[in-house]
């Protein structure tokens, strides 16, 4: 019953712990995933702040450079028209003083004939390149990209000043500057460099900025409509466009004041969740990591009782001196046997003078009788079939395949313990179907006393408690 408690407690004590540890996994992967929609949530925040910031600073930063540069051309226009001949070397070396730079690449100025006269490059004829005219009616103004004086391969941005001769414009002075001289000077320094700066001409829907690498020049190529009308109507906007690759953007845009332009920002999805995917897959370690401890305590909880379940039984059925299968085991063996009992042998054993070995030699010595005889009945007949059923008695059950070595197999026995100064008394029944399991048992338990009454005779003494045996 101890046994059977132990059982069901082990069994209960397991099916808790199981519980327990898949409602940790539960617990721990419900936190994962809201502390992922957490983190995208935060980054996707995040990035709605850094980028409109980030447009806002660039956007003021831009314009306050051009129009810098516009104040320059407004202060070299005035000295210009101090001049009488406007394609003169004199005016060529005014020229010369503005700041040409890696984004300003070059400065020139046309007059009313058409005449282009360029810092660098040699004076030519405006034809095919600009028209006079248009861009007096234009004023103060920055143009869309056109190939460049110097590199008809190169396109360039330019900005235009009248040069004004008492009241009226005598000629146009204008800068070329690079497109990604600009790109790269005001690209921000956001998520390790790689957001994206652009400029687009409303009027056109032309990049004329750009830093990105992709090969979309124009707004109607984009896979957003929403965000090309925004772009045209000159809006301000946050938004995440879908992108061919699969990695969407996110994009923030604003208009500028200096032309017809709108600025835009842009930040590739993988590079916004690029820490939070980090954290992530700290996170999926860690998860996962836990996971594995907790599994393996799981195993190892099982393991441990599984292990007690076992010791509780080898506890409970093995015989603690002699190591054989005891008494409960024994029980439990017989009513097994009770079904297929035909053919079965019974050997019942007892040691002969134990109660003198204890008396005169100590229960030491008895102890040692005990294990000696029990080594000897494992050896021949297997540890699996002999019972120590009591303080001096064991018995045996083999099969009926063995009963013509029975008696050669006592003998063995027989003179082994006689060599160690050991006797034992022992009595076999072959089980035929007529017997009962205790019938068998009984039948040689008698035969065992009528062999232990034989030697106690063949010593001179009478059987100890021949009465009650």
């Known amino acids: 019953m101890k046994i059977e408690s132990h059982k069901k407690g082990s069994v209960a004590f397991g099916g808790k712990s199981l519980i327990s540890t898949m409602i940790l996994f539960l617990c721990i992967a419900i936190i994962s995933v809201l502390l992922s929609v957490s983190l995208n949530k935060l980054a996707e925040k995040q990035c709605y702040s850094i980028l409109t910031s980030s447009t806002n600073v660039a956007l003021n930063n831009v314009e306050s450079n051009f129009r810098s540069d516009r104040n320059s051309l407004r202060m070299l226009s005035r000295v210009v028209a101090f001049e009488n001949d406007l ?16 984004m300003v690449v070059n400065i020139a100025i046309i007059t009313p004939d058409g005449t282009i006269m360029p810092v660098r490059g040699e004076k030519m004829s405006s034809e095919g390149i600009m028209d006079f005219e248009e861009e007096k009616r234009h004023g103060e103004h ?27 414009i005598a000629a146009i002075l204008f800068i070329e500057m690079s497109p990604s001289a600009i790109a790269n000077a005001w690209k921000p320094d956001i998520y390790d460099g790689a957001a994206d700066f652009c400029i687009i001409d409303r009027d056109t829907g032309d990049f ?11 707004i109607s190529e984009l896979n957003d409509n929403s965000l090309s009308d925004s772009l045209i109507n000159g809006d301000t906007g946050f938004i995440e466009m879908e992108s061919e690759s699969g990695d969407n953007i996110f994009v923030s845009y604003i208009p500028m004041e200096i032309a017809n332009w709108e600025l835009m920002i842009t930040a590739k999805k993988s590079d916004v969740f690029s820490f939070v995917n980090q954290m992530r897959k700290s996170m999926y370690i860690f998860f996962f990591s836990g996971a594995a401890i907790v599994l393996c305590y799981l195993l190892w909880l099982l393991y441990s009782n599984h292990r007690s379940i076992l010791a509780a039984e080898k506890s409970a059925n093995i015989d603690v ?31 002969n003078g134990l109660h003198e070995i204890n008396n ?10 005990l294990r000696f005889i029990a080594d000897a009945l494992k050896i021949k007949f297997g540890e699996d079939s002999v019972y120590r059923i009591g303080g001096d008695e064991f018995v045996v059950f083999c099969q009926e395949s063995k009963k013509n070595k029975i008696e ?61 045996q």
Not at 327 to 338: A, D, M, P, Q
């Open 87 to 102: 394609q003169s070397d004199a005016t060529n070396h005014l020229l010369t003083t503005y700041d040409v730079s890696s």
């Open 142 to 168: 920055m143009s869309g990209l056109f190939p460049s004086l110097s590199n008809s391969k190169t396109n360039v941005i330019r900005s235009f000043v009248p040069v004004k001769k008492s009241g009226k």
């Open 208 to 218: 004329i900025v750009d830093s990105r690498e992709e090969s979309v020049s124009n």
């Open 321 to 351: 001196l002699t190591g054989l299968q005891n008494r409960n085991r024994y029980e439990t063996f017989c009513k097994g046997l009770e079904k297929e009992r035909k053919g079965t042998i019974c050997i019942y054993i007892d040691a």
């Open 360 to 369: 005169t030699q100590g229960h030491l010595a008895g102890d040692r009788m």
């Open 408 to 468: 050669k197999m006592l003998d063995s026995i027989h003179e082994e313990m006689a060599r160690n100064n050991y006797h034992i008394s022992a009595g076999y029944t072959v089980c035929d179907s007529s017997m009962t399991v205790n019938e068998l048992i009984k039948s040689a338990e008698t035969k065992m006393y009528e062999a232990k009454k034989k030697y106690y005779e063949s010593i001179g003494k009478e059987v100890r408690n021949a009465q009650q």
